[in-house]
C-alpha cells in the first residue's frame, strides 16, 4: 500500500491526468461532430501547482459530460495548451486554439497570462471563461464575452475580514513570508483588518528558507492579540509558522487565507492545523458541490479540495450555456454565458448561484465561505458571505 | 528571560544546520580549491532522499538515515568522477570546475525538480517534536536530535583531521598537491573522497532540517547560501570555523529577529551585513589556520 | 654488496622537453644500501632525472625495474608507494603543519587499515595510528629535530627544514630514497650530521641516490659515482676513478678547481 499510494503519488499529476485525458480523447474521435473547447493551462511554469489539479477538474467534468450524451448531441473535445505561465506564449496559443476552430477558450494560468490571452480573443469576440479571481481581468478591457467565475480577491478578504468582526476582534498579529504574493496578500490583509476596527500590533515575516519561526513567533506570543492572520503562501514557512505556534503553546485562532486550502499543509503541517479557519470557495454543505464530491471520489477514490472544483465550474458553465443556446454559435454562447445568472455551480456559499447580472464576474460576493481544519482534514463552513 | 533560554536550542539547531552545509563546502574546498555551490542541492537531495526512503519506501529511520547519506556520498563521488576528474586531468584551468559545478548545480536542481515537481513533503523526525527540557533549555526533540547529531559528526570529522594519518594527508593535498602526490598519496582517491564526503554531510544537513518544515526543491539556495555565510564568518581553514560560523550566522539571526525592534522584513538583511563585513574586515574568517606547538 | 641483485635497474631512460633532450638514454642500477651519487654541471639533467624516476614527469624513453617489475609511468603515488621517496631541491614542507606531522603525512603510504576501519575507529587502526606517530617519533629524533618536534614547519631553519625532508622521506618505509642537492645551503656542521644521517640510511639495508655538487660532502658518502652531461652518462665508477676521469675533469671538476686535491 505504501508504496503504490506514494509511487503514484509521485506522478500524480502526470498519470492522473494523463488516464483522464485519454478518456476524453478517445470519446473524440471523429473532430467534425464534437464541441472543441480550447483550455491554456500552465504545465511548467510556476502556476503549474494550481493549474494541474484545476485541469483536472475541467477533465472530469468533460469526461461525465461527454458519457451521458455529450452536448447538443455532440462530445466534447477538449484541445490543451500549455502557455509556462507567460503572457505572450499565453496570448499566441489563444490564437492557436482559434484557428483550431474553438468554440470558446478556458484560462487556467495566472491572471497575467489570462490577461494578455484576452487581447487576442476579444478580437474575434470568442467566449473566454477564467476562474482567476484576479479583480482587474474584468476591468482592463470591455471584452462582452470574457467571463470570470471564481471568487475575487477582495471578496476572499472581505470575507475574511466580516468572519473577523463577527469575532469581535480588537488585536490581530500579522505573519506572512517574503514572496511577492505573501506579501500583497499581507498588505490587503492589513487594510482590511484596519477597515475593521481591527488593530494590526505585529507584523511579523518568515522567510523563504528559514530554518525556524521561533523568534517571530515569541514576539506574537508577547503581544497577545486575539487572532493571528497567515498570509504567508510558502508550503514550508507556513509549516514553520504552524510548528512554532504549537511549540509555544500558543492558542489564539488562526486565520488564514485562500492558500491555506491547499492539502499540502494537512501532510507537511499534519496535526499541527487543528481549529485553523480559512479562506474557501467550496461549502461542501452545497448540493452542487457534492455532486461534484461524488464524481471526483468515484474517478480518483480520494476527497477533492476545492482547486478541481474551480475547473469543474469552468466546464459546467459553459456545457449550461451551449445548452441553452442551442448553438455553438459564438454570438449566441456570448449571450448565454451572459445569461447564466441563477445557475450554482460547485463554487459557492449553499444557497448561492452566480450572478452575471451586474457584470462579468460573476461570482456571488456572499458565496466566498471560512472553513475550519478538523480532524486534519478542510472541515465544515463556519461562515459566509461579505456581511 | 525564557524566551531567549526557549530560542537558544532552537537556534543552536539552526546553526547546526548551517554548520554542516559549511562543512560540505570545506571538505570539497580544502584539498581542491572548489568553492563548490552545489552543496545546497546537495542538501536538499540528501532530505529527498530521505523522504523517498523514510517516506515512501517506509523504511525504517536507522536504516533511511544512513541510506540517504550513503546515496549522496555516491553522488559526490560521481560527480568528481565525472565532471571535476576529466577537466583536471586535461589540464583545464582553476576556473573550469567551478563552472562545472555549477552546470551540475542547475542539473541536480531540474532533475529533481522533473521527479518530484516544485511540491513540499513531509519527512517525519525519528523522536518527533515533543518537548524537550534539559536544565533551564527547551526544545523540540528535533531540535536536540540535530545537535547531537552535528556534534558527532563535527567530533568524528575532527578527529579524523587531527588524530589520524589518512587526515593528515587530506590537509596535506590542501596545502601543497604535488608533494603530497610525491609522498605516495593518492590525489585521485583524496579528491574523490572529499566529494563524496562534503556530499554526504550536506546530506545530513538537508535530513536534519526536512522535518521542521517540509522537503522541497526550493530549500537547495538557502541552504547553498546560508552554508557559505557560515563559512566565511567562521573561517575555510579549520573544521571547527564552520560549526562556528553556522552557530553565529543562526544566533546572529534568530537574535535579530527577536530582539532588535526593525521590522521583520528588514532582519532579513542580517546574513548578507555579515557576510559583507567578514568578507570586508576579516576575509580569513574567525578561526585562522592552526598554530601548531 | 656488489654481489647482491640491484634493487632498481634504469634502462636507457630519455626526457625530452620540445627539441631538448634533458636526460639521454641514462643506464644505471642500484643495490639495497648502496649510495650513488649522482653529478654533472648545472642544467646536466640531474633533476630531471629524479623527476622522471619519481613519475612527476613522464619519461620519453625507457625503462625502469624495481625488483625486476617495470614501473617506468606509473603515477606518483604509486610509485612513492612502491619504496621510491624523496626530498626536493627546494624543501616543500606542508605548511601549517608540525614537524610530526609533516613525518607522519609521509607515513601515508605504509597505512593498511582501510579507511572504513580509520573511520569508524577500530582497536587495529587505532594502534596502527599509535604505531606510526611512534615511527614518526623515532624518525624526528634520528635526524635530530627533536626540540621541534610539535614547532610549525615555517618557524624550521633552512637546515633543519632539509632534515625534516629527510624523516619525511623516510616515514613512507622507503627501499630507495632520493636526495636532490641536500647539502646546498647547510652550515659546515648541518653537512656533516646530514652526512652521518644518510650513511645512516644506507645502513638500514635503504639505497640512496644523491645529487650533489659539494664535491667534500659527496665523494667520502658514495659508493659509486655516476657522471651526467648534457643528459648523457659520461662516467660511472668508484668516488677515486670519478676524481682521475679525464672527462669528468674536462666536462665538470676541471673547472670547479680540482676538487679531488681536497677531498
Ligand atoms: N619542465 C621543464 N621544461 C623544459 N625544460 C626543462 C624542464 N625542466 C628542466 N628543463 C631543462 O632540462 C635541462 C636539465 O635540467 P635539470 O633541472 O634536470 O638540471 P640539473 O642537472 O638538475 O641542474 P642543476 O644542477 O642546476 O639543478 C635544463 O636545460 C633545463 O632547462
Ligand atoms: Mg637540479
Known sequence: ?387 | MSDLLELLVSATASGCVYGLVALAYLLVLRPTGVVNFASGEWAMMGAFAAYVLAGMLEVPTVVAIPGAVLVLAVIGWATEWFTVRPLVERGAGHLAPILALLGMLVIYHQATLLVFGGENYPLDGPFGFNRVELGPFAGTSQSFFIIVMTAVIFVAVWLFFERTVWGKSFEAVAINRRAAALMGINLRLVTALSFAGGAAVAAMAGLLDGPRGSVEVNAALPFAVQGFSALIIGGINRVEGAILGGIILAFAEDLTRRYVPIPSGLALGVTPVLLIAFLLVRPTGLLRAKEAG | MTGEQPLIEVRGLTKRFGGLTAVDGLDFEIRPGEVLGLIGPNGAGKSTTFNVISGTYQASAGSMRLDGEEILGLPPHRIAARGIMRTFQHNMPFEGMSVAENVMVGAQTTVRSTLGRILLGTAAARAEEQAIRARADELIDFVGLSEERDAEVTSLSFGQGRLLETARALAGEPRIILFDEPAAGLTPSECDRLGVIIRGIAERGIAVLLIEHDMRFLLPLADRVIVLNFGQKIADGTPDTIRTDPAVVDAYLGEAGGVGADA
Open chain 1, 1 to 387: 500500500m505504501g508504496i503504490a499510494r506514494t509511487m503514484i503519488g509521485a506522478g500524480l499529476r502526470v498519470l492522473g491526468v494523463a488516464g483522464l485525458a485519454t478518456g476524453v480523447m478517445a470519446g473524440a474521435a471523429n473532430a467534425a461532430d464534437t464541441i472543441k473547447i480550447g483550455v491554456i493551462t500552465d504545465k511548467t511554469g510556476n502556476a503549474r501547482f494550481y493549474a494541474e489539479p484545476v485541469l483536472q477538474g475541467i477533465m472530469l467534468a468533460t469526461k461525465i459530460a461527454n458519457a451521458n450524451g455529450g452536448v447538443l448531441g455532440k462530445k466534447i473535445e477538449l484541445l490543451i495548451e500549455d502557455d509556462s505561465n507567460k503572457p505572450d506564449v499565453s496570448a499566441s496559443k489563444a490564437q492557436k486554439l482559434i484557428d483550431a476552430g474553438v468554440v470558446a477558450i478556458i484560462s487556467n494560468s495566472s491572471s497575467t497570462a489570462t490577461q494578455q490571452a484576452q487581447n487576442t480573443t476579444i478580437k474575434t469576440l470568442i467566449p473566454q471563461v477564467t476562474h482567476n479571481g484576479s479583480d482587474t481581468l474584468t476591468r482592463k478591457l470591455d471584452n462582452k464575452c470574457f467571463f470570470q467565475i471564481g471568487p475575487l480577491g477582495s471578496i476572499q478578504i472581505r470575507t475574511l475580514m466580516a468572519y473577523a468582526r463577527s469575532k469581535k476582534l480588537k488585536t490581530a498579529s500579522l505573519v506572512t513570508d517574503n514572496s511577492a504574493l505573501g506579501q500583497i496578500l499581507a498588505k490587503y490583509f492589513k487594510i482590511g483588518l484596519e477597515k475593521s476596527g481591527v488593530k494590526v500590533t505585529v507584523e511579523e515575516v518568515i522567510p523563504a528558507g528559514s530554518k525556524s519561526a521561533l523568534p517571530q513567533m515569541q514576539k506574537v506570543r508577547a503581544a497577545k492579540t486575539d487572532a493571528i492572520f497567515v498570509a504567508g503562501v510558502l508550503a514550508r514557512e507556513n509549516t514553520l509558522f504552524f510548528r512554532a505556534y504549537r511549540q509555544l503553546g500558543l492558542k489564539q485562532p488562526i486565520m488564514g487565507s485562500f492558500n491555506l486550502s491547499i492539502p499540502t499543509f494537512l501532510r507537511t503541517a499534519k496535526g499541527l492545523m487543528e481549529g485553523v479557519t480559512f479562506i474557501d470557495a467550496m461549502d461542501p454543505a452545497k448540493p452542487e458541490a457534492q455532486a461534484f464530491i461524488a464524481a471526483y471520489q468515484k474517478e480518483f477514490g480520494k476527497k477533492p479540495f476545492s482547486l478541481p472544483a474551480y475547473g469543474w465550474d469552468d466546464m459546467n458553465f459553459l456545457i449550461q450555456a451551449i445548452k441553452r443556446a442551442g448553438s455553438t454559435d459564438k454570438a449566441k454562447l456570448c449571450a448565454a454565458l451572459q445569461g447564466s445568472t441563477g445557475w450554482a455551480g460547485a463554487l459557492g456559499a449553499k444557497g448561492t448561484a452566480y450572478d452575471f447580472s451586474k457584470g462579468r464576474a460573476g461570482f456571488n460576493p456572499q458565496g466566498a465561505v471560512v472553513r475550519v481544519i478538523k480532524n486534519n482534514d478542510h472541515g465544515p463552513v463556519v461562515h459566509s458571505g461579505t456581511k
